[in-house]
């Protein structure tokens, strides 16, 4: 393995044509900031590069419906985009824009380079053309009667009745979504990259990876090459955007997707003007994308085959990429106003910034798309930052100052016990943990260990109970020394604590740090583990709640805002649709370099009812660690206030497990009483609705109704299914 000197991470471009959503924040950005926060505590040389991704048709229809140039319109979403990340703490290195002159430069220079080497063919083609508007129509502003369904508002790429994956030529009657106007087919010349040129290097490139990538990012690309590659037009007709650097192109830009992610590199050239080379070239530099499932083959297929094409590049060595975060179990979508704006959570929980980063890091999509809702939002703050970790952190202040006068008090190593080297052992073994899961990009397990040092302090701290040593003063004269041991403890576990939480939770780190008094270099990771971080005699502040919990009412009201915009927003587009405008921005699901890879999202929702039960390979070691066993239901009852969920109780023989199952509206509690089913045994255990589940029963979706996965004969609970 190359032993890397210093670390590139990219986060994916986004869209400068509306504000972000928290889908964004956890499909991209925060596992991004969390992995970069990790690597600088541990002092690695590492640069975090990120922009606005401002070309593209699409921000031209919106400047046109806002009646506003181009400029305008990015002018006014890199500021609110830049000010959302910088308050949430996602911590760039750089945060640039692609309507720059180095990023033009940088872009035209590395067209004209792969031009001089013979990679692009120039053909002529005929699009659809709109002449009133005197713009090529790309193919989702042209709408007509859908030749499957006839709905009479399909896009040229996707009819959204039907669901069927469309191109301009199959509408009936096509139109322009911008005029109404019936658009001509017209010549136009393009400059084509020849992708299949690389896909044997492609192939054997990624498939080094197979084993060191997710299986969704590698699944995805493997079936991209299998359905074999060709030429991509690396331009487009207009004028906002890169100019083409030929001479025979006017009129002509660069496609936003061969120029976006181009702008990582002129970034770093922005930040590092005389030692960009030395992150992009050097072998020893590894580089890391952080994106969104949306756009897995623009990074790890199209990006490599043209940084390969142009030489002197390094390659990615790993994309750690996410899955997409629903909302109240329904899409983002931002044509629809269902989303939570991160701009308004930041007015509606002033300083609650690590709130929304842990409730969207434990509910991380890295495999599969999660759900972010607002009861557990509420949830998780309540029953989890608040009762564990920041019910640790004030608990110890209060005592520290109740009964040890304000000062970190003397550990005794004559009284210790195996208590005492057990919580030592304990946050080692957690410290190792944290490491692991990040090393290799599981945020949810790396929070979970975090969380698990609090929930031993808590242990520790009631089992110790210094408040029943110190009822009298007699009492805490002669207990002084436990009680000082059981504070000492503790003080050094919430030193490490702020350590630990760092990448998770920065501001709530140094809230910590100032309560304890301590300079930020503490938080470096050498630290972790050590309890020796805070000196005794020291004076420290008064303690100060880490969380406010979150109320009914608060979360009504998230909630009601919510279906309030998706409200607002079906009632304009049905006036808009009436008047024919029908020029809708796409639905917008995660992050990606820009929000704009509308074709491949169309293709990916259109694939999907044929394709989702079809996921990449996996090895024999890795189906051998589920633990599958034959479960019996004893017991079933609907979970109070959710619809979807019923809690059952499981017999697996030598034990019962309670289950939380999302099959209310498919069977009664009643109903289901004595059902042999097929029970995941070991899967982590997970609070839902305040009820730890401990397992997951198969089902199989049949026509829409669900099924249990069971044998056919009565087989005794707990047998193990092989």
């Not at 179990?329 to 930041?346: F, G, I, M, P, Q």
């Not at 917008?588 to 044929?610: F, N």
Request: glycine share 6%; net charge neutral.
């Amino acid at each position: 393995m190359t032993d890397f000197k210093r670390y590139l991470i990219t986060a994916a471009l986004p869209y400068a044509n509306g504000p972000i959503h928290i889908g964004h924040l956890a499909g991209c950005y925060l596992p991004a900031d969390i992995y970069v926060r990790y690597q600088r505590a541990k002092k690695t040389d590492i640069k975090f590069i990120c922009g606005t991704d401002e070309h593209g048709v699409a921000i031209t229809i919106k400047a046109m419906k806002e009646g506003i140039t181009p400029r305008e319109v990015v002018d006014k979403y890199y500021p609110m985009i830049r000010d959302s990340f910088d308050q949430m703490g996602i911590s760039f290195d750089i945060f640039s824009r692609t309507s720059k002159p180095v990023h033009h430069e940088t872009a035209r220079a590395f067209f004209k380079k792969l031009y001089d080497d013979g990679q692009f063919e120039e053909r002529e083609t005929e699009q659809f053309y709109d002449t009133e508007k005197k713009l090529f129509l790309a193919d989702r502003y042209i709408i007509g009667t859908c030749p499957v369904c006839g709905n009479k508002n399909a896009y040229g790429d996707q009819c959204e009745n039907c669901g069927s994956s469309l191109s301009p030529d199959e509408l009936i009657d096509p139109r322009s979504a911008l005029s109404d106007s019936k658009p001509v087919k017209k010549k136009t010349t393009h400059w084509f990259f020849s992708l299949q040129k690389f896909e044997p290097w492609l192939k054997e490139w990624i498939n080094s990876k197979k084993d060191i990538w997710k299986n969704n990012v590698y699944g995805q690309c493997k079936s991209w090459l299998d359905n074999g590659l060709q030429s991509r037009s690396m331009t487009r007709d207009g004028e906002w955007g890169i100019k083409v650097p030929l001479p025979n192109a006017e009129g002509k830009v660069l496609y936003v997707w061969f120029d976006a992610p181009i702008g990582y590199i002129s970034a770093t050239k922005e930040l590092l003007p005389d030692d960009w080379e030395t992150y992009w070239k050097s072998e020893d530099t590894r580089l890391i994308h952080f994106i969104g499932k949306d756009n897995i083959v623009f990074h790890c297929i199209i990006f490599p085959a043209m940084l390969k094409a142009h030489g002197g590049f390094v390659l990615a060595d790993n994309v750690p990429a996410n899955e997409f975060l629903n909302i109240e179990s329904d899409k983002v979508s931002t044509s629809r106003n269902w989303a939570v704006w991160v701009h308004e959570y930041l007015k509606d929980f002033p300083g609650q910034q690590d709130v929304l980063r842990y409730v969207l890091c434990a509910n991380m999509p890295e495999n599969k798309d999660n759900d972010f809702t607002w009861k557990d939002f509420q949830d998780r703050n309540n029953n989890e930052l608040v009762a564990i970790l920041g019910n640790f952190v004030n608990r110890t202040m209060v005592l520290m100052h109740k009964l040890t006068s304000g000062k970190v008090p003397f550990f005794h190593p004559e009284l210790s016990d195996e208590k005492d080297k057990a919580i030592v052992t304990s946050l080692q073994e957690n410290k190792r943990k944290i490491e692991n899961a990040l090393d290799n990009f599981h945020f949810r397990d790396a929070l979970s260990a975090l969380m698990d040092v609090a929930r031993e302090g808590n242990k520790y701290m009631q089992e110790r109970a210094p408040w029943l040593l110190s009822k009298t003063p007699e009492m805490l004269a002669a207990h002084q020394k436990e009680i000082d041991n059981c504070i000492h403890v503790c003080l050094q576990l919430t030193a490490n604590l702020a350590i630990m939480s760092n990448p998770f939770l920065p501001f709530t780190a140094r809230k910590i740090c100032h309560m304890l008094k301590v300079v930020d270099r503490m938080l470096d990771w050498e630290n972790a583990g050590s309890m020796h971080l805070v000196k005794p005699g020291y004076s420290l502040r008064p303690p100060e709640l880490l969380f406010p919990k979150v109320d009914d009412v608060q979360v009504k009201a998230q909630i009601e805002k919510l279906e309030a915009g998706a409200a607002n927003r079906k009632t304009q587009q049905r006036a808009s649709n009436e008047k024919t405008d029908v020029s809708a921005e796409p639905v917008s699901k995660a992050t990606g370099v820009g929000g704009h890879s509308r074709p491949l999202d169309s293709l990916i929702e259109d694939l999907k009812p044929a394709l989702s039960d079809l996921k990449p390979e996996i090895e024999f070691d890795d189906f051998s660690k589920l633990d599958l066993r034959v479960g019996k239901i004893i017991a079933a009852e609907k979970v109070e206030k959710a619809d979807k969920l019923l809690k059952l109780t499981i017999d697996i023989g030598l034990e019962k497990r309670t289950v939380v199952s999302g099959i209310a509206q498919h069977y009664k509690p009643e109903e289901i009483i004595g059902k042999y089913v097929t029970l995941v045994a070991n899967l982590k255990p997970r609070k839902m609705r305040g009820i730890e589940s401990n397992g997951m029963i198969l089902m199989a979706e049949n026509a829409g109704k669900l099924v249990f996965v069971s044998a056919l004969n009565e087989i005794s609970p707990g047998s193990t299914v092989r």
